[in-house]
């Protein structure tokens, strides 16, 4: 019975990263095409290049991936979309080891029928898009340093390695300012109430010598970075963002909050009440530890940061996008935008273990609940069907590829990139040799030869 949920995890592991995999097209699509603008790729690595925004994302980690990808096969974008989903697992893989550190009580068998739910198709759009190796990174970078920062032994190698990891997330993608801006003075907190070490003064003074260090560490190379990355914004109208006074802000972050429980319509009560869930054991053992005058543990540290930091990315995506709300209603529901929310389940659960601690059966009725309560609306997120869809899109801009490279066409590809010609791209492309270039823009016995065998 223990094995069942590792085995459905396995068989949808399985069945994403083969359909992805099969139905993955080389060729670019909408942003990816910034790679072959003339100051990216075709001017090679540099540090301009690597901090230029896209929009008001900072998304240097992805432009060096490119770049390795680049030397290594031409970036070939399939494989670059297939190494995306590999990265997406890793990250479900560190929730397992996470909660078997910070939450031992937690069979992990119970979290896995949890787990089962981040491979759905809600964040599909992330899945088979090159460019979101954005999200993933700052994921990942994100939760590295939650566990390096107030798990184990404080080294300072060990703190230097969470500083190190804190930076990538702030230069990963445009939340991860906001995911450090959390981290930050909760680190601060923990570090600077924990008990003081009893004994001679000597060694109480090499104590608050470390503490000092170990602050240092930290904060300023990470507080360097967001300032990097706030100082380094493009002008921005301010008008075009929503305030958290303004109701159309609480709008946008509940029902984001609850896109990642896979309620897809916009509804206020759903969003309170996801966030009610998430919330309530996150902050309930610090009430208790008032009450009972006893120190939080590393774990309630933890779970508060991991919390707080996706709810910051709701947050930040409320104050960039809640005006998109008038011209499409159903924004906060964006399968893109569903990832950085989608992981709130499993943290929810390793909180409400966390909270409920030796109440076993108090704790085995409320998750069954809650998997319940999740089954429902993910009951329709099955429909794999959703990569062959995107595929035929990418292959029908293929040809689009060939008019331009063998016919002289115009450039003009809108399944590939739909706001005007992409001209320019396409010839540093024929420079770089990209590998997209190498499949459709010289001649070949048979067009389709390269297509996924549906369209052959």
């Known amino acids: 019975m223990k094995k069942i949920p590792f085995f459905l995890l ?28 003339p100051g990216a790729l075709p001017a090679g690595l540099s540090w301009n290049w690597l901090v230029a925004r896209h929009n008001e994302h900072l998304i ?34 560190w929730l397992f080891r996470f909660a078997k550190m910070a939450t031992p009580k937690l069979a992990l068998p119970t979290l896995a029928w949890f ?11 992330n899945h ?69 070490t009893r004994g001679t003064s000597g060694a109480s003074a090499r104590f608050i010598d470390s503490r000092f260090l170990r602050s240092a560490i930290v904060v300023l190379p990470i507080a360097a970075s967001v300032l990097y990355w706030y100082l380094s914004l493009p002008p921005k109208d301010h008008s075009l963002m929503t305030p958290p006074w303004r109701p159309e802000f609480w709008n946008f972050f509940l029902n984001h909050v609850s896109s990642g429980f896979a309620f897809g319509s916009m509804s206020l009560v759903w969003g309170v009440i996801c ?48 005006r998109y709300i008038a011209e499409v209603f159903n924004a906060p529901k964006a399968s893109r935008y569903s990832e950085l929310s989608i992981f709130l389940i499993p943290f ?24 319940v309560f999740c089954f429902f609306p993910f009951a329709d997120l099955w429909k794999f069907k959703v990569y062959r869809n995107k595929s035929r899109e990418h292959v029908a801009g293929t040809q689009c590829l060939r008019d331009y490279y063998l016919n002289g066409g115009s450039g003009n590809c809108p399944y590939l990139y739909p706001n005007g010609p992409i001209a320019v791209h396409l010839e540093n492309a024929r420079k770089l040799n990209a590998s997209f270039y190498r499949k459709h823009g010289r001649p070949r016995e048979n067009p389709l030869s390269q297509a996924p065998a549906f369209v052959r």
């Not at 190494?83 to 479900?92: D, G, K, R, V, W």
């Not at 979101?132 to 032994?153: A, I």
């Not at 969470?162 to 995911?179: I, N, R, T």
């Open 60 to 93: 240097a980690t992805s432009k060096f991936l490119v770049w390795l990808l680049y030397h290594l096969n031409g970036w070939n974008v399939a494989f670059h979309i297939i190494l995306n989903f590999l990265i997406y697992s890793a990250i479900l893989v």
């Open 348 to 371: 929810a659960v390793m909180a409400w273990a966390n909270f409920l601690g030796a109440r076993a059966r108090e704790l085995k009725v409320l998750l069954v609940t809650l998997w």
């Open 128 to 196: 088979f898009f090159a460019f979101q190796t954005c999200f993933h990174f700052v994921l990942l970078s994100f939760f590295l340093t939650v566990e390096l920062l107030f798990f184990g032994p404080a080294t300072l190698t060990r703190t230097a390695f969470g500083a190190l990891s804190g930076v990538f997330c702030v230069f990963s993608m445009s939340v991860g300012p906001g995911m450090m801006g959390v981290l930050l003075p909760i680190y601060l907190v923990r570090l600077w109430i924990a008990r003081e």
């Open 10 to 37: 396995g068989l949808l592991f399985f069945v994403n990263i083969a359909l992805i995999g099969y139905y993955a097209v080389d060729v670019p699509w909408w942003d990816e095409w910034e790679m072959f603008t």
């Open 275 to 322: 966030l009610s869930v998430v919330l309530v054991p996150v902050v309930g053992p610090f009430v208790r530890a008032v009450r009972k005058r006893t120190a939080p543990t590393a774990t309630d540290w933890a779970l508060l940061v991991l919390t707080g930091g996706l709810l910051a990315c709701s947050a930040l995506i409320a104050l960039g996008r809640a």
């Open 115 to 125: 787990v089962v739910f981040l491979l759905s198709t809600l964040p599909q759009e």
